[in-house]
């Protein structure tokens, strides 16, 4: 369940070494019992340079590759997990879990208690998953609210003291670092015996419960016979719960409207105490009908001191909120396209900012364009080859709006010009960007009265929706596109 | 010397960290533990410097004190500091605790004999206890974050000396009931009592005495160590990994004792009490402690894994990593005793959801998607330990989890063999269903991979993702010709379209099994051979007609070489070009490649590249087929990534250089047989190994006889009785000697062998030879003769010749048989012998007696007269 030793190492293209250690952490004590268990197979820790370099190849970081390197292009290096085995002297270190992250690499070796070889599968190693979530928590205390180097600076450098706090001896005790750093803010307090783990402190103030609920909207559009277009929502509802008491009981229930779309594959906080069967059970692996539940959702739960999300879902509402089609041809030298999009009429239209993006890859600068809107502004960006097409705040009565243009592009040099893979030739898509505050596609809001609170006072309690695009992309439907499995269930 | 600044700490730490082994080989190593205990204590630093002096000494103790005695004055000198802090709040208190803890723990010295370890084992449990310590050893405001720290270290000193605390569970419990710290004590609980569980299953500790104890954690009494001394001081693992669990192997079975019905109460009594306020702890400190308890009780008699179960369905609801994998473990140690079907379906279901659930990270589904693969089934039908697609897991659930384009390389490979499993069982059960078919979107992705890998200037990166997905898909759809088909056409298709990716086809064509691997080889030589002429690709054409081209299609492949001959102006083109026809050696193709051998030797700007096709066609022209395949087979001797001519050389060397190697033939000498003018060594050989092209060579000691010729054999197997070789022998001087022997063969691998055999020895009597026959009745006429001739140049000497039980007759027939002349059996026997080269010895046997009999000799070289002795009298002991 221990680790043997952890890494933050920040990704620096450009630079000789291409990244710097900005902290390790290494547990002898656990050193010594894989030296025991793994007996024969046993390899050491590194010290922080050899690590960083074989990290940094395993994870194609080096930008060196000119040539085909058996040890990391062969065909039969799988990697399917976050977990690697490292080249160091001639040795492989296994498993080094690791991910990358807004150019922060996380990596940790969790101990494994058996020898190494052969390789017992991951699923039966306790460290794996205790490793990944420390590593979570880490980026999450590093990046929660972090605007910029110096936060970043100040944020690393109070790790040592945090982690003797939240894994001094390499179990990890709390993967939440902010507990850890109100642990020795409140640690004058006398605790009452009951007080969880979780819960550095007790809140002292006026009560009050905030609950927002954040929906990112998903889309694939083809236009196109044989495939089917897709869209999903995602929803995220965060809350903070200043209430006094060290366990405040609270309830709170998501309600839909009569014709809103049943939540599903929900996953809830572990501060939820318990929970419907049928909130369980509802997924959208089965195939829709009308007895799917539809709530209301209620999560009854002991909230934590800190802002938390109380619970994720997914939801398949009936129609996209914004339908469209994109056209694009090639003429000679010039590329013609037309844009059409659609706003569903139950939707609210009330943006607080709604853009096309068309982007073109694998081209040149854009040298020449002749366009025509019905509505809103077309801005050009010619060295990006991107246009962007602002839609506004609002859609006009019609609900419909369109583009069309031709474009003319200039010769094409690798350094400027995005490369993508996959929109080659006339493959190409435009992504929508917008946001719509106080509203849910799926109509799911918190009503404040059906909130309960068993706690002291009456708290304040106030509710936020929005509505964010994610991933919403329209494929030109004059050329092959790429298509996901759901695409093809008509 | 006084203690440093904090400046130069900081100097001093930096270094260290920066390379340990560095620092630790330079001259400041051997102080820096020491003067870090010192400093420690200095009045001078800050608590903050003292703070990275003690974070160093957890990270690195072994570095500073290398061995038991020094880790022990450590902890001793560190516990000192900590008892003389003075009795207000300080920063240290915690790092000092933990500090002595893991200099302990590693430097190997906790156990009963050690000072340091008796002092602090009861200062933890006290500090865990909450006790007062006295004179203000914890200031108020520390002592929960002390008892914190103290349960940890107990924790993990139980770690590393399992049953260190079975002496004080019922302690811990009682506190756990009373005011302590939820999580420190569940987790310290938890460990010991599994520890326990397993040690005293061996040891026979009433478990029931141990939960119910009530020590005072500072009632004096010295610290029980005897589960620890039980135990060997064996570590256990906390969380086994599941098959080896399986199996039992270094897992003692839990079932091995029995429990009262009282003890068992008990016991179920504090795993309910711990489960019950679990929710108390952290998500990761509650995964530990299932993990722990799960397979505490897993097989223990009179516990229902029930206890569990209320457990479950908050566990299942949570997006949380370490909780879900905790329930999965506790499904592998419990199967259906703790999950019905129903449950099991339902927990398949979660994890296929969060597998793919849009607001968990990437890594995460990663880890999921691996344990749907690796499920722990209620009823496995597949073999252990091979990723498969569990029973229950239907297309209709996985249909989110299909690969796209879109999906980053990792995800969309462990996507791509969840597809591929779905192929192989769509193929044997030919389901019908509404559902599109996975073996047709397979088509289409792998032709999206493929479309990908061949665009021009892309990143490395996609052509492997490109490869490793075909390999993956050969592996699993081997057997499948729908798939195999298509995937053959779509990589030529690629190669035609970018042929720098011959690097990567040759690395598939070395990892995919022949199934692939054959129709593919030549559907590449096609794509090469079919494109003759200057090219840009030219050199990576080379490169892949290497790997591709063998005995097959040999004429297209030759033309292919003499059309781009003339193209190849640059070394490294002439080496490929080389490469492919030293490919073509190997396959043994002779005739055409010998006239473009010949050409090339010729034409060849390069020395080098003209000097290796002159090698390659005497090599061609001398050596036989399999050894020309030795010769420029793939070196054992040179690493993988060594050039390719230090490759060759390392083979020539290895094969058309003689190899010393240890001896794979024996020889022995047969019996004397005489035939001929001259002696004649019968040998024996025996091989080990099939051997071919024997050359026995002899050198004979001295100059007693004239040089051996050497003897040759063709081919000797083991265990086929091969026909005796005979060594005639030219003796300068009657002589015995020891022949020196050397053996010279090939192996079956082609390699040519030399060999120092132990010698052989030639005897006196193996050098003797009969006179011609005298006419019948002339014997005695024509002995006396010799007898007579011998002297007066000659000696004459008397010798006693022990009889053995044959008696004298037996004697005779047996070593002397061809030389007598003169027979009177049974009494009498007259024997003349030629010694080459010209010597003749004479013997009468007459008068035998019972124990021996006196022989008369004559010779006309009295230098054998001390050889005659010996041999006659060893004759009797001779069988």
């Not at chain 1, 779309?261 to 572990?270: A, E, F, K, N, Y």
């Not at chain 2, 260290?16 to 009045?43: I, K, N, Q, T, V």
């Not at chain 2, 405001?141 to 569970?169: D, M, V, W, Y």
């Not at chain 2, 970018?498 to 990567?504: G, I, Q, T």
């Amino acid at each position: 369940m221990a680790q043997r030793a952890l890494w933050l190492i920040s990704h620096e293209p450009g630079t000789p070494l291409r990244g710097t250690v900005r902290f390790s952490r290494r547990y002898p004590t656990v050193e010594k019992r894989a030296r025991v268990f793994n007996r024969a197979s046993y390899v050491p820790i590194p010290e922080d340079g050899p690590f960083l370099k074989a990290l940094l190849f395993e994870l194609r970081l080096l930008d060196d590759d000119k040539d085909f390197v058996e040890s990391r292009d062969s065909c039969s290096r799988i990697n399917k997990t976050s977990i690697y085995g490292l080249l160091v002297g001639g040795e492989e270190l296994w498993p080094v879990v690791a991910f990358l992250k807004n150019d922060m690499i996380y990596a940790c070796v969790p101990l494994v208690e058996q020898t190494l070889s052969p390789r017992p599968p991951l699923i039966s190693v306790s460290g794996v998953s205790q490793g990944f979530e420390l590593l979570y928590g880490i980026q999450d205390f590093l990046y929660s609210g972090q605007k910029n180097d110096n936060e970043l600076n100040t944020k690393l450098s109070q790790l040592p003291d945090l982690l003797l706090q939240a894994c001094p001896f390499g179990t990890v005790l709390d993967a939440n670092l902010q507990n850890s750093l109100d642990n020795t803010n409140f640690a004058s307090v006398t605790q009452p015996q009951k007080q969880p783990a979780w819960k550095p402190g007790t809140y002292k103030g006026k009560p009050q419960v905030s609950i927002s609920i954040t929906e990112k909207v998903k889309s694939m559009q083809y236009d196109k016979q044989g495939v089917a277009d897709t869209w999903q929502v995602v929803g995220t509802v965060t809350c903070k719960c200043d209430l006094e008491g060290s366990m405040p009981n609270v309830t709170i229930s998501l309600s839909l409207p009569t014709n809103g779309s049943p939540l599903q594959d929900i996953l809830v906080h572990p501060c939820v105490t318990s929970l419907d069967s049928a909130i369980l059970t509802s997924s959208s692996i089965d195939a829709m009908d009308d007895s799917a539940f539809s709530g209301p959702y209620k999560f009854p739960f002991t909230p934590p001191l800190e802002s938390f999300n109380l619970c994720y879902y997914t939801s398949q509402v009936p129609v996209p909120p914004i339908l469209g089609f994109y056209q694009m041809k090639e003429e000679e030298v010039q590329l013609r396209i037309t844009i059409n999009l659609k706003l569903h009429e139950s939707v609210k239209n009330n943006f607080e900012f709604c853009e096309a993006h068309i982007p073109f890859f694998n081209r040149g600068p854009i040298t020449h364009l002749e366009y025509k809107t019905s509505f809103g502004q077309l801005e050009v960006f010619r060295e990006k080859s991107l246009l962007i097409w602002i839609i506004g705040q609002k859609f006009p009565k019609s609900m419909e709006i369109s583009l069309s243009g031709t474009v003319t592009f200039g010769a094409k040099s690798h350094e400027k010009q995005p490369f993508d893979p996959i929109c080659v030739g006339e493959t190409a898509y435009l992504k929508l960007h917008f946001r719509i505050l106080d509203y849910t596609l799926t109509g799911c809001y918190a009503d404040q009265h059906s909130v309960q609170v068993f706690a002291s006072g009456k708290p304040k309690i106030s509710a936020y929706r929005k509505l964010i695009s994610s991933d919403y992309y329209i494929w030109n439907s004059k050329a092959p596109a790429p298509v996901t499995y759901g695409s093809l269930l008509l | 010397m006084g203690p440093l600044s904090r400046d130069v700490w900081a100097q001093r730490l930096g270094a260290f960290r920066a390379s340990p082994s560095a620092f630790m080989a330079g001259p400041e190593a051997e102080d820096l533990g020491r003067d870090l205990l010192g400093d420690l204590r200095s009045e001078k630093l800050s608590e903050q410097t003292k703070v990275s002096l003690l974070a160093l000494s957890l990270e690195y103790p072994a570095q500073l004190w290398p061995d038991a005695s020094a880790a022990e004055v450590a902890a001793t000198s560190l516990l000192d500091t900590l008892v003389l802090l003075p009795p207000r709040p300080s920063a240290l208190r915690r790092p000092l605790l933990l500090a002595a803890t893991t200099a302990l723990a590693v430097g190997g010295a906790l156990g009963p004999t050690s000072g340091a370890s008796c002092r602090l084992l009861p200062l933890l449990l006290g500090l865990a206890a909450g006790s007062d310590l006295g004179r203000g050893f914890v200031p108020a405001s520390e002592q929960r974050p002390l008892q914190a720290t103290a349960c940890e270290c107990l924790r993990e000193l139980e770690s590393c000396k399992p049953g260190l605390l079975g002496g004080s569970l019922g302690l811990l419990r009682g506190l756990l009931g009373q005011e302590g710290p939820v999580q420190p004590l569940s987790l310290l609980l938890s460990l010991a009592l599994r520890n326990t569980l397993v040690l005293q299953s061996r040891a026979g500790a009433g478990l029931g005495a141990l939960l119910t104890a009530r020590v005072s954690p500072t009632g004096g009494g010295p610290w029980d160590w005897t589960l620890v001394e039980e135990g060997d001081g064996r570590l256990q693992p906390q969380a086994p990994s599941w098959p080896v669990a399986e199996e039992g192997e270094g897992e003692p079975s839990l079932t091995a004792r029995e429990h009262s019905p009282e003890e068992a109460r008990e016991l179920r009594a504090a795993v309910a009490q711990l489960l019950d306020t679990s929710y108390l702890l952290t998500p990761v400190a509650q995964a530990q402690l299932l993990w722990l308890l799960g397979w505490a009780l897993r097989g223990l008699q009179g516990q229902p894994p029930a206890l569990f179960k209320p457990q479950l369905v908050r566990l299942l609801g949570t997006a949380q990593l370490t909780l879900l994998h905790a329930v999965l473990a506790l499904k592998a140690a419990f199967g259906e005793a703790l999950f019905t079907a129903q449950d099991e379906t339902l927990l398949l279901r979660r994890l296929t959801l969060a597998a793919q659930h849009p607001a968990l990270p990437l890594s995460t589904h990663l880890f999921y998607l691996h344990c749907l693969l690796s499920f722990p089934e209620n009823c496995p039908l597949g073999p252990e330990g091979e990723e498969a697609a569990p029973l229950l897991l239907r297309p209709q659930l996985c249909r989110g989890l299909l690969p796209s384009l879109l999906h980053e390389p990792m995800a969309l490979l462990a996507r791509l063999h969840l597809l591929c499993l779905l192929c192989a069982e769509d193929e044997e059960e030919e389901e019908k269903s509404q559902l599109p078919s996975p073996g047709h979107y397979l088509e289409e992705l792998l032709a999206g991979l493929w479309q990908r890998a061949a665009l021009e200037g892309g990143p490395r990166a996609l052509a492997t993702l490109c490869f490793q997905a075909s390999y993956l898909v050969a592996r699993c759809l081997a057997g499948q010709p729908t798939v195999l088909t298509p995937l053959i056409h779509g990589l030529a298709q690629l190669y035609r379209a970018r042929p720098m990716l011959a690097p990567h086809f040759v690395d598939l064509l070395d990892h995919v099994d022949p199934e692939l691997r054959e129709p593919l080889k030549v559907v590449l030589r096609q794509e090469v051979v079919s494109r003759p002429g200057r090219d840009e690709a030219l050199c990576w054409h080379l490169q892949m007609l290497a790997r591709v081209a063998d005995g097959d299609a040999q004429s297209a492949t030759l033309n292919f070489l003499r059309a781009v001959a003339a193209h190849c102006t640059s070394w490294d083109l002439q080496q490929g070009l080389l490469q492919v026809c030293r490919a073509l050696l190997r396959a043994g193709v002779g005739g055409g490649l010998v006239d473009l051998l010949q050409v090339l030797a010729r034409q060849l700007e390069d020395p080098d590249g003209c000097d290796h096709a002159r090698l390659y066609y005497i090599l061609l022209a001398h050596l036989a087929g399999p050894k020309l395949g030795v010769a420029l087979g793939p070196s054992l001797a040179a690493p993988a990534l060594a050039s390719s001519l230090v490759a060759e050389n390392q083979g020539f060397v290895a094969a058309l250089m003689v190899q010393e190697a240890p001896a794979l033939i024996r020889l022995s000498v047969g019996s004397h047989e005489v035939k001929g003018p001259l002696p004649v060594l019968q040998l024996l050989p025996e091989a080990l190994e099939p051997i071919y092209s024997l050359e026995l060579r002899f050198r004979v000691e001295g100059q007693l006889y004239a040089p051996l010729g050497a003897v040759h054999v063709p081919y000797l197997c083991p265990g086929r009785p091969a026909r005796p070789l005979l060594l005639p022998l030219q003796p300068r001087c009657p002589a015995p000697t020891r022949l020196d022997v050397h053996a010279l063969y090939t192996t079956s691998t082609g390699l040519t062998c030399h060999v120092h055999l132990p010698p052989l020895f030639v005897n006196f009597a193996d050098l003797f030879l009969p006179f011609p026959k005298p006419p019948e009745g002339a014997g005695l006429g024509f002995f006396e003769e010799l007898w007579d001739s011998c002297l007066p140049e000659g000696a004459e000497s008397r010798v006693w010749c022990p009889l053995g039980p044959q008696g004298l007759e037996g004697l005779v027939s047996r070593h002397l048989e061809p030389f007598v002349v003169v027979a009177q059996p049974p009494t009498s026997y007259y024997v003349a012998i030629h010694l080459p080269p010209d010597s003749k010895l004479l013997l009468r046997l007459e008068a035998a007696l019972a124990e021996g009999v006196p022989v008369a000799l004559r010779t006309d070289d009295w230098a054998v007269l001390p050889l005659v002795g010996d041999y006659l009298r060893g004759l009797a002991a001779a069988v």
